[in-house]
Structure formats: C-alpha cells, structure tokens
C-alpha cells in the first residue's frame, strides 16, 4: 500500500522554528519527486516546495524562500521541510506529494498540486504566541 505520512507539525512561537518530514512506506522515494503543500483555513492549497528525485534541485515559494530548506534522505525513505523564522502566515496544514514520471523541476509551474499522484494526510502547523 502506497502511503505518505507527515509529521513534526505542532505550535510554535513566532519566529521560531519546526521540521516536518514525509515518511513513505509501500514504494521507494528514489524515483520520485517530492513536494511540500499548505493549506490554511478559508484558503485554496498552495505550493510550499519541491525537490527533484535525482539531482536534488529544489524551487521554493517566494514567501518561504530564504526561510523553509526542504531536503530529502533516500536512505530513510523520507523527505524533510526545515522551517524557520516562522510567522503567523505561515499556520496551516502541511501535506507532502510524491510524483514519479515527471520532474517538476523541468515543468513552468513545479509547484502546481497538480502535477502531484499521491498524497499525505497533513499536520497542522501553528504560529501563535
């Protein structure tokens, strides 16, 4: 069985910091690219990051860029999202999607949802003092 599990959401002071990882089971991370998605309350999904599944290229979101660096361990299966100076903007539910077939790295839009075949169940992620 194919699943995607995320983990590391929690509460978290502004300014401060989390890791979220995307644990696979039921198929190999190593031929698939991975992208990271939030979705916040009364708010359509937006694209966070995503890392290619060869050569470790990554795109960013303009408001994560310089703050979130996702990253990928093939050996653990699994797909990390190191998030810093967190803001109140950035609460949401985080989910992980895996792509195998298409990088979309070399797409106009690596961070559209749809592009992306399977997916996590979220954690929730909240930026509140």
């Known amino acids: 069985q194919v699943q995607l599990v995320e983990s590391g959401g929690g509460l978290v002071q502004p300014g401060g910091s989390l890791r979220l990882s995307c644990a696979a089971s039921g198929f190999s991370l190593d031929y698939y690219a991975i992208g990271w998605f939030r979705q916040a309350p009364g708010k359509e999904r937006e694209g966070v990051s995503c890392i290619s599944r060869s050569d470790g290229s990554t795109n960013y979101a303009v408001s994560v860029k310089g703050r979130f660096t996702i990253s990928r361990d093939n050996a653990k299966n699994t797909v990390y999202l190191e998030m810093n100076s967190l803001r109140p903007e950035d609460t949401a539910v985080y989910y992980c999607?895996?792509?195998?077939?298409?990088?979309?790295?070399?797409?106009?839009?690596?961070?559209?949802?749809?592009?992306?075949?399977?997916w996590g169940q979220g954690t929730q992620v909240t930026v509140s003092s």
């Open positions: 999607a895996a792509v195998g077939g298409v990088n979309p790295l070399h797409t106009i839009m690596p961070l559209d949802a749809r592009i992306y075949d399977y």
